[in-house]
C-alpha cells in the first residue's frame, strides 16, 4: 500500500527549452495518470514562451524552475536534481523525461515501477530504433554512439539518447560534480554508472516520434560531435603512444641495421626497446587523464607492465615472422601488427588494468 502511494509520488523532472503544446499535453495526461509531483525546468525559453510555463504551474500544478537564459539540458537537469534532493528528501529518486512527447505516461510509470524494484540502478526507458516511423537522423545517432560506447567503455545499452531515466537519489546527488552542461551529460551519467559500478536495467518503451521529431533540440551532427569528444582522451592517448612507438622503433631499426645476437633479430631488440619507452608515457597518460584511476602505482602498474610485456612479445613475434615473408620496410608490416594489438590492449586496460578508475 506504501508503496503503490510512492509511484504517484516520484518526482517528474522535465526539462524544456523554447516547448510548444506538446508539453501541455503531456502534463495534462501525467496529472490525469495521477502523478503529483512534477518540476519544469524553463532553461531560458524568453518571453514568447512564457505562457507555457505559467500554465504548467497555473493549471497542472507543476513546480516550474527557471533558468534566466539557455544553458542546456544537463545543467537544466542538475537544477532540477538539486531541488528535488532538498524538498523530496524522503523519495527514493526520480524520473526524467522529455517535453516533446516522445513519452507517454504508461511508459513513464513502467520505469517509475522499475526503480522501485531497483533502488541502486539506472533505469533507462529504452526505445526500438527499427522501422519506417523513426526519423534517418535518430536511428544512425543512436546507432552509432552504441557501437562506440560499446567498445570504449564496456556498456552495453540499446537506447544511449533515451531522455527516460530513472535516477536514485544516491546516484542524483553525486550526478551535481559530473561535468556536461548539454546532451553530453547524459553520455556523463552513463560513463558514471561504469565507474560507479552502478547496475542499469532497461525498460522497454513505446517508440514515439511526433512531426519526424523536428521539435527536438537535439542536433544529430553538433551534439554526437559534443558525445564523441568525451571518447577523444581515449583515443589521443593510445595514438600518440603508437606514435612515439613507431618513431623509436624506425630510430632503432636505423641504428641497429643487420645486426643480431645469437637468434636475437635487430628487428625484436628495437620492438622491445621501442615499446618500453612508449609504455611509460602510455602508462603516465592513461592514469591521470584517460582513466583518471583512483588506484596506487603499486596496484596498476603491474598489471600494466604484465599487459606492455604480453603486447611487445605478441608484436616482435609477430612483426619478425612476418618480416621475411612479406618483404619490404618492416614499419609497414609493423603498422598492421600493432593496429590489431591497440584495439586488443584498449579493451584490456578498460576491464583489468584500471577497473578502479575514478
Known amino acids: 500500500m506504501e508503496q503503490d502511494k510512492t509511484r504517484w509520488e516520484i518526482p517528474i523532472i522535465i526539462p524544456s527549452y523554447e516547448p510548444d503544446d506538446k508539453l501541455l499535453g503531456l502534463l495534462k495526461k501525467l496529472k490525469e495518470t495521477g502523478f503529483k509531483n512534477i518540476v519544469v525546468v524553463d532553461d531560458g525559453s524568453g518571453e514568447k514562451f512564457t505562457h507555457f510555463f505559467r500554465e504548467a504551474e497555473e493549471t497542472y500544478g507543476c513546480r516550474v524552475l527557471h533558468h534566466a537564459v539557455n544553458q542546456g539540458k544537463g545543467r537544466a537537469l542538475k537544477t532540477a536534481f538539486n531541488y528535488c534532493l532538498q524538498v523530496f528528501k524522503e523519495m527514493p529518486g526520480?524520473?526524467?523525461?522529455?517535453?516533446?512527447?516522445?513519452?507517454?505516461?504508461?511508459?513513464?510509470?513502467?520505469?517509475?515501477?522499475?526503480?522501485?524494484?531497483?533502488?541502486?540502478?539506472?533505469?533507462?526507458?529504452?526505445r526500438c530504433f527499427e522501422g519506417d516511423h523513426v526519423p534517418a537522423r535518430s536511428e544512425f545517432g543512436n546507432k552509432c554512439t552504441r557501437i562506440v560506447m560499446r567498445y570504449l567503455t564496456g556498456i552495453t545499452v540499446s537506447d544511449t539518447q533515451t531522455g527516460l531515466r530513472g535516477i536514485p537519489a544516491f546516484f542524483m546527488e553525486q550526478l551535481l560534480k559530473v561535468k556536461g552542461e548539454r546532451f553530453e551529460f547524459e553520455t556523463n551519467m552513463l560513463l558514471e554508472?561504469?565507474?560507479?559500478?552502478?547496475?542499469?536495467?532497461?525498460?522497454?518503451?513505446?517508440?514515439?516520434?511526433?512531426?519526424?521529431?523536428?521539435?527536438?533540440?537535439?542536433?544529430?551532427?553538433?551534439?554526437?560531435?559534443?558525445?564523441?569528444?568525451?571518447?577523444?582522451?581515449?583515443?589521443?592517448?593510445?595514438?600518440?603512444?603508437?606514435?612515439?612507438?613507431?618513431?623509436?622503433?624506425?630510430l632503432f631499426c636505423f641504428l641497429l641495421k643487420d645486426r643480431q645476437w645469437g637468434g636475437i633479430t635487430y628487428i625484436?631488440?628495437?620492438?622491445?626497446?621501442?615499446?618500453?619507452?612508449?609504455?611509460?608515457?602510455?602508462?603516465?597518460?592513461n592514469l591521470k587523464v584517460v582513466f583518471q584511476s583512483e588506484g596506487s602505482i603499486r596496484s596498476t602498474l603491474p598489471r600494466y607492465v604484465l599487459l606492455a610485456v604480453v603486447q611487445m612479445s605478441l608484436s616482435a613475434l609477430l612483426v619478425g615472422y612476418l618480416y621475411p615473408l612479406v618483404g619490404g620496410a618492416e614499419v609497414l608490416v609493423k603498422i598492421p601488427v600493432d593496429v590489431l594489438l591497440f584495439f586488443l590492449s584498449f579493451v584490456i586496460q578498460r576491464e583489468f588494468v584500471y577497473s578502479d578508475r575514478k
Open 94 to 126: 526520480a524520473i526524467t523525461a522529455d517535453s516533446d512527447g516522445q513519452h507517454s505516461p504508461e511508459c513513464i510509470l513502467a520505469c517509475v515501477d522499475a526503480m522501485l524494484a531497483n533502488p541502486d540502478a539506472l533505469i533507462l526507458g529504452c
Open 193 to 250: 554508472t561504469k565507474s560507479r559500478k552502478i547496475p542499469i536495467v532497461e525498460v522497454p518503451i513505446r517508440t514515439i516520434y511526433i512531426e519526424d521529431n523536428k521539435t527536438s533540440h537535439f542536433n544529430p551532427i553538433k551534439d554526437s560531435i559534443k558525445i564523441y569528444l568525451i571518447f577523444g582522451k581515449f583515443l589521443f592517448s593510445s595514438l600518440s603512444s603508437s606514435v612515439v612507438d613507431l618513431a623509436l622503433f624506425s
Open 268 to 285: 625484436m631488440v628495437a620492438t622491445v626497446l621501442a615499446r618500453i619507452l612508449s609504455a611509460l608515457y602510455n602508462y603516465a597518460l
